[in-house]
């Protein structure tokens, strides 16, 4: 898989209906109109996520790993 920072995935968020609700420290949420599920993306400079953060974050999201 490849590696893929907290920006990026916020950035893949954004483009497919995402919106930001807020920041919480380094941590931006997000929500979807008509969707009870939140997303709480880490934003740590450059560094890239953990595997297994990244396929829970697309799969809660309802993405693949084919969308990045």
Same mark, same amino acid.
């Not at 919106?19 to 560094?47: C, D, E």
């Given at each position: ?5 907290? =920006?990026?995935?916020?950035?893949? &968020? ?14 931006? !949420?997000?929500? =979807?109109? #008509? ?7 880490? !934003?740590?400079?450059? =560094?890239? &996520? =953990? ?5 829970? &974050?697309?799969?809660?999201? #309802? ?6």
């Amino acid at each position: 898989m490849t590696e893929v920072t907290g =920006k990026a995935l916020a950035r893949l &968020l954004e483009q497919h209906g995402w919106q930001l609700n807020g920041v919480n420290g380094s941590h931006h !949420i997000y929500g =979807k109109p #008509g969707s009870t599920v939140r997303l709480s993306v880490p !934003i740590h400079s450059n =560094k890239p &996520l =953990k595997e297994g953060l990244l396929r829970f &974050l697309l799969k809660a999201a #309802g993405l693949s790993v084919d969308n990045l």
